[in-house]
């Protein structure tokens, strides 16, 4: 199929597949699967400046899906996600300023694909190196905190962080956090969104782990509140990458005709895995996603 938008011809089949993995990891990460479309779609023959704007279109919608199952849940913290909003919009529109420029260069393919490539594999091989320190204490009888199933062997550095006294300081009581620096909340979101503005997605591959180990917010709670700060930080990324050419919107809209069942499925099976086995299941696909790029740098060529 020929989508005029972005001048390229993928197979629909392969979209709404490629749409219904990533709603599924998604829905089950608590992400908005950009380190999964994005590669996959740039290995489609998609130019990586339409990849980005195309992957956080097709984003909004899942989110929306996903997101209302977990609030359902409990796993929804409204505060954190409404204050995070503004921190990563003001990141996205840096990040997009960015893809403009390497636009103009001419070198925006190489240089995105490479720094993606970088980011996925650092984020891989930290989530499984601290995982299987949590998995290996919890086997070993340690004592556990209250949320046994959420145990982080690093959750002393987050603990470090709610102590910093940068005022104002705020309670985030959805989230279990008694008090931290609205600019540390600030901070996390700003660099999740230069991330989102860059590299496509809802930069949750980022700001997940982020809430996680920096803020210390329970992964369950990290997941659904990530997908909902997603809604509001990718809408704002659509729009200014839609002003800039750089969305291809019938793509997005065949991808997400199987991303909103895959959300579904998703979020569902979060009810059965601990905080740890979630991260520790996140660690490949980082990895799969470096893959696809790799294929797309090296071959140029198109999946039909």
């Known amino acids: 199929m020929d989508f005029l938008i972005s001048g390229q011809h993928v197979n629909p089949i392969y979209l709404m597949i490629l749409g219904f993995v990533v709603g599924v990891f998604g829905g089950f990460f608590g992400v908005g699967g950009s380190f999964i479309a994005g590669p996959g779609l740039f290995a489609a023959g998609v130019p990586m400046n339409f990849v980005v704007g195309t992957d956080l279109a097709h984003i909004v919608g899942k989110s929306i899906v996903a997101t ?81 199933a959420d145990q982080s062997a690093i959750s002393n550095f987050s603990a470090r962080i709610q102590r910093l006294n940068l005022p104002p300081m705020i309670k985030l009581s959805a989230s279990g956090i008694k008090q931290i620096s609205l600019w540390v909340v600030i901070a996390v979101a700003f660099v999740g969104g230069v991330f989102a503005g860059f590299l496509g997605g809802g930069a949750g591959y980022i700001r997940m782990p982020s809430l996680v180990y ?91």
């Open 214 to 304: 920096i803020l210390g917010v329970p992964t369950h709670v990290a997941v659904g509140t990530d997908l909902f700060e997603i809604i509001i930080s990718a809408s704002y990324g659509t729009l200014t990458h839609a002003i800039k050419g750089n969305v291809d919107i019938l793509i997005a809209l065949v991808m997400h005709t199987g991303a909103a069942v895959g959300a579904q499925i998703g979020v569902t099976l979060t009810q059965y895995f601990g905080g740890p086995r979630i991260r520790m299941a996140f660690v490949p696909l980082p990895l799969i996603g470096a893959a696809l790029i790799v294929y797309g740098l090296v071959t140029g060529t198109q999946l039909k």
């Open 68 to 148: 209302r199952k977990h609030f359902i849940r409990g796993n929804v913290d409204m505060k954190l996600g409404l204050i995070m909003a503004g921190g990563t919009i003001a990141g996205t529109e840096v990040g997009a300023q960015a893809i403009e420029y390497l636009k103009r260069l001419g070198q925006v393919n190489k240089v995105v694909g490479i720094f993606f490539i970088g980011v996925l594999l650092s984020i891989s091989a930290f989530m499984a190196w601290e995982s299987w320190l949590t998995l290996k204490m919890k086997k070993k009888g340690a004592k556990l905190r209250k949320r046994k």
